[in-house]
């Protein structure tokens, strides 16, 4: 995984992105707006699962009507995001917050199969009016928590706290964000 | 004079206390800007979900005042949390604010997409059922505006 992030980061468009002056906060500005396309959006999808919003629309119309325009955004956030990591592949491959922001959308994406699978099985009976199950309610917040989450550790990605290039560090954190570490330089750099 | 007064005023918010805190501190900006971003998604989403409606891109069989007044209160929830996480981000960083040109396009911005929202946006649109070309043209305005904001407020942190 880190030669493919090295061989990236060699290419010709990785060091065009990363040393344009307009083109990455552009998409930058492009991939934190699509938050509202996409997270926003979904929000609405949520709280209808969560009897918050919309309750007078039955479910089956607010997957099929408002959903696709939270998938237009998750499709704008996709493309943005692998422009972003394109840019600079081997920081962000290494940097811990991108590694968690990466295990929780795909918790995400697992919470989203399993709520979509339970509504092709039961869902029709969602739409007569009888009562929405616990474990749909439930899916609904964990996909709420799941991408705050997402939000939020994306946003970290900007901080160098944790980067390899800063030594030393925890041991725990080298080994999350797979830091190859060689002590005899830091020996020397550090006269121990 | 008058923009002298206004630098000044602008020192004094920055020297705040609460300022202060968040400059000493490593984590605190990155934790309250995180906050406003999920912020910008409550917001954001709930706009988008009332302009579209408007443009008739959306749940466009639906009444306009059932999605709008739907979307109201959480629209609120979001505008509640951005605006407390973005008093102290301005607080920590108030000079640069001063000196930033996306700072002042987006806080002119905000306050028109604020008075457009309450006093034009929201009151047609709740008494609105089926779409026209003029409630069409207030969801264009409304989504233009507040995209700026966004984007402008995106742009602050580039300076």
């Not at chain 1, 010709?12 to 991939?31: D, G, N, T, V």
């Not at chain 2, 951005?82 to 806080?107: D, H, N, Q």
């Amino acid at each position: 995984m880190l030669e493919i992030a090295i061989w990236l980061s060699e290419t010709k468009w990785s060091i065009a992105l990363l040393e344009s002056l307009y083109m990455y906060p552009w998409i930058e500005s492009a991939h934190v707006l699509s938050i509202c396309f996409f997270i926003g959006i979904l929000l609405f999808v949520d709280l209808r699962l969560m009897g918050v919003a919309f309750t007078k629309l039955p479910i089956s119309e607010m997957n099929k009507k408002v959903l696709p325009w939270s998938l237009f955004g998750f499709g704008l956030m996709m493309l943005t995001g692998f422009l972003l990591f394109y840019a600079i592949p081997v920081r962000s491959y290494q940097n811990i917050f991108f590694r968690f922001k990466v295990i929780l959308i795909l918790f995400a994406g697992l919470n989203a199969f399993l709520f979509h699978r339970q509504m092709k099985l039961e869902g029709m009976n969602w739409d007569e009016g009888k009562s929405i199950p616990k474990s749909v309610h439930l899916k609904a917040a964990a996909s709420l928590v799941l991408w705050s989450g997402v939000i939020i550790s994306g946003r970290m990605i900007a901080y160098n706290w944790f980067d390899c290039d800063r030594q030393p560090q925890p041991e725990w954190v080298n080994w999350a964000a797979g830091c190859i570490v060689d002590l005899n330089q830091m020996g020397g750099l550090d006269g121990i | 004079m008058e923009s002298e007064r206004l630098f000044n005023f602008f020192d004094q918010l920055e020297q705040s206390f609460i300022g202060e805190a968040i400059r000493n501190s490593i984590w605190m900006f990155p934790v309250i800007e995180a906050f406003h971003l999920i912020g910008l998604a409550i917001l954001g989403g709930s706009i988008l979900v009332g302009d579209l409606r408007l443009l008739g891109l959306l749940l466009s069989t639906k009444p306009i005042n059932y999605v709008i007044s739907q979307t109201t209160l959480i629209l609120k929830l979001g505008l509640i949390i951005l605006v407390s996480t973005g008093i102290p981000l301005f607080l920590s960083e108030a000079i640069k604010c001063y000196y930033s040109r996306a700072f002042w396009i987006k806080m002119s911005a905000l306050l028109i997409g604020l008075v457009f929202l309450f006093f034009i946006r929201n009151p047609m649109g709740l008494s609105a059922v089926e779409g026209n070309t003029k409630l069409k043209l207030i969801g264009f305005i409304s989504i233009s505006v507040w995209a700026i904001v966004a984007g402008s407020g995106r742009w602050i942190g580039f300076s």
